[in-house]
């Protein structure tokens, strides 16, 4: 066999050594970030697609037969605006709308557009790890904001944002999970929201909505989106069918004002995303959203409600206190700071239930304020498991002397 060839002097300097670790699952699987396969309407997108094309073949072929329009198929951005208008309540053309390859692709395309080097940006102190990694991947000098049950604390924010003007570190933008957060399961009320937006045009500085688990609302009442109360520019609009449908539909979408999406779409190599995963999608969701969500929401309420019954039962007494979320799939576990459940998630793992320790979503990554924390996702496993699982979590924490 030959040498194999060394590219040790070659890498660019950009480059990372980038794992390609395929995920393992736990037997009670905790860790995962979306809901359950068999929730998946994959008859409903089969049959959206056929009758697409049973109704004119030419139009999809010719369709498909072209690279897609940079913002991707027309149809399911006209679908999205008329969703948006009546779930979040504004309304913006199918032109101000750019599909994209999951909502981590729109999400990564505004960060380039807004972030040097260096800048600060401001998210919750707990926040979503696929945003964190393409915020530091850019040089973002990420800062976390104090939240508590209810997300973001307004006062708190006002009183960060103005230290950090005064010691010359003004936030370029908040990145925020404002309904249903990952990790922490929080939603804010419109209240908060309004009061932001007041911070936010005080300070000139924009805010990220990233309105990923809307749709999988189970109690409560949906709250206002920062877009739907501000129409000025100010907010920077993104969403996904990932949530709702499938991760591996690869299809999520934003709308920002046009200087924004200009620039955005300036750093979008190729073109838009696929064009079957989004006719499939459109015709799924104008015939069947409401019954796919009255179908899938409910279920979601009963995983939750296994696991929070569990945790009840099980970790009742411990000091350990939960969130109790009205949809997406996560509770947020608070051990009491003492426990240091993140260094004892791998043996855990091993021994049948996954978890995302706290550490991972650290805004500021200190290593610090996360380590008696966790991330349960609810969604994926069945209650049954969700019921058993907690169980073996509370008995192996014992184990390990964290509870
Ligand atoms: C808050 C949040 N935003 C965005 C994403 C990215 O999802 P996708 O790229 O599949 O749309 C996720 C995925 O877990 C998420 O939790």
């Known amino acids: 066999m030959a040498d194999s060839f060394s590219y040790d002097t070659l890498f660019s300097k950009n480059s990372t050594d980038t794992p390609t670790n395929f995920v393992k699952h736990a037997k009670y699987d ?3 970030a979306y809901p359950a396969p068999e929730t998946l309407p994959m008859d409903g997108l089969i049959q959206a697609l056929q009758t697409a094309v049973d109704s004119d073949s030419g139009k999809i072929a010719a369709e498909m037969a072209y690279y897609p329009h940079q913002l991707g198929a027309r149809e399911l951005r006209e679908y999205t605006s008329s969703k948006l208008t009546a779930d979040r309540g504004f309304t913006v053309g199918a032109d101000e709308i750019a599909l994209t ?3 981590g692709e729109a999400i990564g395309l505004v960060i380039q557009a807004l972030t040097d080097p260096g800048d600060v940006v401001l998210a919750e102190e707990y926040v979503y790890m696929g945003t964190l990694n ?3 991947r850019f040089g973002a000098d990420i800062r976390g904001v104090a939240i508590d049950e209810g997300g973001i604390i307004p006062d708190a924010l006002d009183r960060q944002i103005a230290a950090l003007i005064a010691s010359g570190e003004k936030p370029k933008y908040l990145y925020t999970i404002p309904e249903h957060q990952n990790p922490t399961g929080s939603t804010l009320s419109a209240e908060r929201r309004k009061a932001i937006l007041k911070i936010a045009h005080k300070h000139g500085m924009p805010i990220l909505e990233d309105d990923c688990y809307v749709d999988l609302r189970f109690e409560g009442d949906t709250q206002p989106a920062f ?5 000025s520019g100010i907010v920077v609009y993104v969403a996904s069918y990932s949530k709702l449908l499938a991760p591996g539909l690869r299809l999520g979408y934003f709308t920002a004002s046009p200087a924004v999406m200009r620039r955005a779409l300036g750093f979008k190599l190729g073109s838009g995303p696929n064009q079957f995963a989004a006719v499939a999608i459109e015709g799924f969701l104008r015939n069947n959203l409401d019954s796919h969500r009255d179908n899938f929401n409910p279920l979601l309420q009963q995983k ?3 696991m929070v019954a569990s945790l009840e039962e ?3 007494g411990s000091g350990a206190t939960w969130s109790v979320p009205q949809g997406g799939c996560y509770v947020w576990l608070m051990m ?3 426990s240091d459940i993140s260094a004892i998630r791998d043996k855990v793992f091993e021994q049948g239930v996954g978890y995302v320790a706290g550490t991972n979503f650290e805004a500021d990554s200190s290593g610090r304020i996360g380590r008696n924390c966790a991330r349960l996702c609810f969604a994926f496993e069945s209650p049954q498991k969700n019921t058993e699982g907690i169980a073996l979590l509370g008995q192996l924490f014992k184990q390990h002397g964290a509870m």
């Open 30 to 32: 905790f860790a995962v």
């Open 101 to 103: 390859n999951g909502s």
């Open 134 to 136: 393409q915020l530091r």
């Open 227 to 231: 877009r739907a109360l501000d129409d």
């Open 304 to 306: 939750r409600n296994a």
């Open 314 to 316: 099980n970790f009742a």
């Open 336 to 338: 009491p700071e003492s």
